[in-house]
Nanobody
């Protein structure tokens, strides 16, 4: 059974940077689309970024464009989310997800990590 484990979350000041990692195991994730989602307190989980299995196609939610970068290393079964110029509103639990396709819809992702907390302070 496939598993995803996120790491790299933490506390950072507004304007700072963080890099999240997602380690995949127990499956052939190299042919899966990899995505990042987030859930802020009291809000629904929302799409952040997605990359197809080739690493060529990417999509981002508008509020993170130019600040967040998704990447992957299929040989290492890893996905990453580089976040710069973080804002207070980026505070959330960030989830890594894998799905058999390329989508921004969370119900099309088959595997989910447990989440990692990102807190941006003023």
């Amino acid at each position: 059974q496939g598993q995803l484990v996120e790491s790299g979350g933490g506390l950072v000041q507004a304007g700072g940077s963080l890099s999240l990692s997602c380690a995949a195991s127990g499956g052939t994730f190299s042919r899966y689309g990899m995505g990042w989602f987030r859930q802020a307190p009291g809000k629904e989980r929302e799409f952040v970024a997605v990359m197809d299995w080739t690493g060529i196609r990417t999509s981002y939610r508008d509020s993170v464009k130019g600040r967040f970068t998704i990447s992957r290393d299929n040989g290492a079964n890893m996905a990453y989310l580089r976040m710069i110029n973080l804002k207070l509103e980026d505070t959330a639990v960030y989830y890594c997800a894998a799905g058999r396709g390329y989508s921004v819809q969370e119900d099309l992702f088959d595997y989910w990590g447990q989440g990692t907390q990102v807190t941006v302070s003023s």
